[in-house]
């Protein structure tokens, strides 16, 4: 069997199991997008500390923060800072705001105004402000949320010693209901358009994890194949998967997963994916140096 032989087989496998239905989210990624002050190494802020307190004890919880986002996301559209956030914000179960900054008090009134979105945020505000019963911010998009969100009411706390309110933040957490073993048939192009952002994202995850190392131009030509000849624009959920390190860029050319094979987040029946990506390693190991060598960065 030749090299194209054998891609083609894997890539036929995994079209006929995805376009048949085949495919049951097995494990869920809970996403929280992480809004605060502007990251400072010399004057860290309530975001900056709590960010480097989760990313050291919090492993059941992906926090990703904007600027993380802007480092990789290059568009040619004209899409401003808010509403990039407001995309962010869509893919996530989670919106933390740390009221520290004029910036947060933007996204405060932007985020609350949206139905899809208020349920979502968990308010983190200084103690100073506890008991300022007659200010807008407290009687509007404050009391909207307290009201509204899955995660009220509003923390409060000194922003010198934020950590303070880390188990708070933690146990609030554990109210997001993860999604597990749910049948989601991607067997068309408008099913796929049609997911839910963040099942879109953990779906290409995978598609990369599974014919990793690829480039972007090869991602497309997977959905191509299953989907037929559309437009397929991923910049946002490429940039997005390395913005919470599930993926990462190799030599400028190729992406690979930082997880495993044994960690996609779906199911795909009737595929052995631990034999084809061995037979898709051979390949690579036998035909494409470059690409292997890629694949050493993991």
């Not at 300022?132 to 009687?139: A, E, G, M, P, V």
Request: hydrophobic letters at 35%.
């Amino acid at each position: 069997m030749n090299k194209n032989d054998i891609h083609k087989k894997v890539l036929a496998n995994y079209k006929h199991c995805v376009t048949t239905g085949g495919t049951l989210l097995r494990s869920d990624a809970v996403l929280v997008f992480l809004c605060g002050k502007k990251p400072d190494i010399h004057n860290p802020g309530g975001r900056d500390q709590i960010l480097d307190y989760v990313k050291r004890h919090e492993k059941s919880f992906r926090f990703f923060i904007a600027e993380k986002f802007f480092e990789h996301y290059k568009s040619s559209t004209n899409l401003n800072l808010l509403d990039i956030e407001d995309s962010l914000a869509k893919y996530s179960d989670c919106i933390i705001i740390i009221l520290e900054s004029e910036g947060t008090f933007t996204e405060l009134g932007a985020f609350s105004l949206k139905k899809e979105l208020v349920k979502n945020i968990m308010l983190v505000n200084s103690d100073k402000f506890k008991n300022n019963d007659d200010s807008f911010i407290t009687l509007g998009p404050i009391a909207k949320i307290n009201k509204e969100s899955d995660f009220k009411p509003t923390i409060y706390t000194d922003y010198k010693s934020i950590l303070k309110v880390t188990s708070d933040i933690h146990a609030r957490l554990e109210r997001i209901k993860r999604e597990k073993i749910k049948h989601y048939p991607i067997k068309d192009h408008l099913a796929f358009q049609e997911l839910k952002p963040k099942i879109k994202l953990l779906f290409i995850s995978d598609i990369i994890s599974i014919f990793q190392p690829i480039t972007y131009g090869e991602i497309i030509n997977v959905l191509t194949d299953l989907y037929g000849n559309n437009k397929y624009d991923i910049n946002f959920e490429i940039s997005f998967l390395q913005s919470i390190d599930l993926i990462k860029n190799i030599q400028k050319k190729y992406y690979i997963s930082t997880m495993s094979e044994k960690s996609l987040f779906f199911m795909y029946a009737g595929i052995n994916i631990i034999k084809y990506r061995s037979n898709l390693l051979n390949l690579y190991c036998k035909y494409d140096n470059e690409r292997i060598n890629a694949f050493t960065y993991r």
